[in-house]
């Protein structure tokens, strides 16, 4: 279980691993931080969203080729008057059913896997682990504009990616 919400957050098992061991590891060396007033599971979970958050801290420290690689796409995904150059795909219904939630859970996290780490962070911070914007900007030492920004382009990738990856009933790659 701490090794999936992990994977779900990172996007990549190797990390998602050392993520956990490094939870196991603190909580090994101090013990006593459990109190008691909530389950060993829960406590475990706590000190792996802390683990996360500063995963995310310090990938927000390396500059990053694939962000610039991502401006750049982004310019050529508008036309000089701000309009789609090619317009998203129309997205279906929400009624789906578990078959179809599981694959897109699936396509999701590949998704999230291919995004850039600065996007990725952020979208994970403020849409899953449902961080507030100033928390999250603090993480990832940034101004809430470019919090904004990082969450648009990987809002932008992300439907793109599902776009290609998945389909209701099953007709997706």
Request: charged share 25%; glycine share 4%; with cysteine.
């Amino acid at each position: 279980m701490l090794c999936a919400y992990a994977l779900r957050c990172v996007g990549r098992r190797d990390v998602a691993e050392d993520l956990v061991q490094e939870t196991f590891v603190a909580a090994l060396r101090d013990p006593s931080r459990h109190r008691g007033e909530a389950c060993l599971r829960t406590w475990l979970i706590a000190i792996l969203k802390r683990k996360v958050v500063d995963h995310f801290r310090a990938l927000a420290r390396r500059p990053e080729v694939a962000e610039l690689l991502e401006r750049a796409r982004e310019e050529t995904s508008f036309t000089d008057h701000g309009t789609w150059a090619q317009p998203p795909a129309d997205w279906p219904s929400p009624c789906v059913d578990s078959l179809d939630r599981a694959a897109f859970r699936r396509a999701l996290s590949v998704c999230l896997s291919e995004l850039p780490p600065a996007a990725r962070a952020a979208f994970v911070l403020r849409e899953v682990v449902q961080m507030p914007t100033p928390e999250v900007c603090e993480v990832l030492a940034v101004t809430a504009t470019h919090l904004h920004v990082l969450l648009h382009r990987a809002r932008m990738r992300l439907r793109g990616c599902l776009e290609s990856r998945w389909s209701p009933g099953g007709r997706g790659a």
